[in-house]
């Protein structure tokens, strides 16, 4: 187990920097920064979409999701550094396909909507897209590992068709839907 947190008010970071875990200290307006910024705010909120009812599959799959983004995080704190495995990569691709399996082809846009979980998913899932962005955007800046770029952009795809899932769930036993968007032009057809 790694060093554990005894001090939480350092008053380090009052100058607008903050350390990162090889000890070098950058602004807090750094593209890293916001990069970790954005994946501990994703994980945050998949800890509220976990306070959701839901399949058990989906939420142990979630925890698991949970974790690696801390790894991935920590991968970001330490610049060079591995956390992230291809395998956790893997398991995002086996995932998406076993639950997009289950789902009915979909021919038409869905909104982000439905029922409680499957709106936070969607959440979840946008916030995973602005994390993949402020990667790509440190990754045009320094070398990163593919690893996290790859785990964001499968995570974000993973977590539409959870999203899809939820919306089929329902604790009365019934099945529901995807929410489809009607647009002006297939109102007036």
């Known amino acids: 187990m790694g060093n554990r947190l005894t001090q939480i008010a350092t008053r380090t970071g009052d100058a607008g920097t903050t350390g990162l875990g090889d000890n070098t ?15 501990d705010e994703l994980n945050s909120n998949i800890g509220v979409l976990l306070c959701e009812d839901m399949p058990e599959g989906i939420r142990t799959l979630l925890v698991e999701i949970q974790h690696q983004l801390f790894n991935l995080g920590g991968e970001l704190s330490i610049p060079g550094y591995e956390l992230l495995k291809p395998e956790a990569v893997l398991a995002l691709d086996q995932a998406l396909e076993e639950y997009n399996a289950q789902l009915p082809r979909l021919a038409e846009f869905i909104l982000p909507a439905g029922t409680r979980a499957a709106s936070l998913a969607h959440v979840c899932r946008t916030v995973a897209r602005r994390a993949e962005r402020a990667l790509v955007a440190l990754g045009n800046e320094e070398a990163l590992k593919e690893n996290p770029r790859q785990y964001l952009n499968r995570l974000s795809d993973l977590l539409f068709v959870l999203s899809r899932a939820l919306n089929r769930h329902r604790t009365d036993g019934t099945v529901g839907d995807d929410v489809y968007w009607k647009s002006e032009r297939m109102a007036q057809a």
């Open 25 to 39: 200290r950058v602004s807090k307006n750094s593209l890293r920064v916001h990069a970790m910024g954005d994946v």
